[in-house]
């Protein structure tokens, strides 16, 4: 049974600073990683899926990275933004789209 | 493209009503999920359908819960009788095979 882990659960920094969000996960067999953004009280929007043939996705001041074999996956926010604050989240399928979620990392970017 | 429609928004109901959540996906898109989120248990996956067939409902709760998907572009999902433990965001996402889920903005349901 899959089982995704993030860690920090919450993370504050001052605007501008570079972090990484880490997401654990223990079966190695996926199709693909995604990334999801949420903001308070709104719904899911999706910022990045990475294939399990990739070890890279970029989308702007946004990175994510996949090892599979680690079981790990990172996502890398650059010159970080008050509006960056929201909860980010992975999900991985668990068996063929079935989607496990980690409980997330919620981030405040203070101004 | 309008993106996934989720109806109604926000539901208030009282305790032992029935309750039907509604879902558009968007078009073309093969495959959609029922998601609930609470802040116990974070998001969990609750049924998924593939081309209008129900593939996987072992997230569902409860007989309580029930799903619908008629045709590619709607979907239900039903509880009878209602309960307070079922108060949560209930979202709906809809994705083509391999590609990013997009997900709809969710019903927040509350039962009293």
């Known amino acids: 049974k899959q089982e995704v882990t993030q860690i920090p659960a919450a993370l504050s920094v001052p605007e501008g600073e570079n972090l990484v969000l880490n997401c654990s996960f223990t079966?190695?067999?996926?199709?693909?990683l995604q990334w999801f953004r949420q903001d308070p009280g709104k719904g899911l929007t999706s910022l990045l899926l990475?294939?399990?043939?990739?070890r890279e996705q970029t989308s702007g001041r946004l990175n994510a990275s996949l090892d599979k074999s680690s079981g790990r996956s990172t996502l890398y926010i650059a010159a970080s933004q008050p509006g960056d604050s929201a909860t980010y989240l992975c999900?991985?399928?668990?068996?063929?789209?079935?989607?496990?979620f980690g409980t997330g990392t919620r981030l405040k970017v203070l101004a | 493209d309008a993106g996934v429609i989720q109806s109604p928004r926000h539901e208030v109901t009282e305790m032992g009503q029935e309750v039907t959540l509604r879902c558009k996906p968007i078009s073309g898109h093969d495959y959609l999920f029922w998601y609930r989120q609470t802040m116990m248990r974070g998001l969990e996956l609750l049924i998924y359908f593939n081309n209008n067939v129900p593939i996987d409902d072992s997230g569902m709760p409860e007989d309580r819960f029930s799903a619908k998907m008629p045709n590619a572009s709607f979907s239900t999902l039903k509880i009878q009788p209602s309960e307070p433990r079922d108060s949560a965001v209930y979202f709906c996402?809809?994705?083509?095979?391999?590609?990013?889920?997009?997900f709809g903005p969710g019903t927040r349901l509350l039962v009293l």
């Open positions: 996402a809809s994705s083509l095979e391999g590609r990013a889920a997009d």
């Open positions: 079966d190695s067999a996926i199709y693909n």
């Open positions: 990475i294939q399990s043939s990739q």
């Open positions: 999900a991985l399928p668990s068996g063929t789209y079935k989607y496990i």
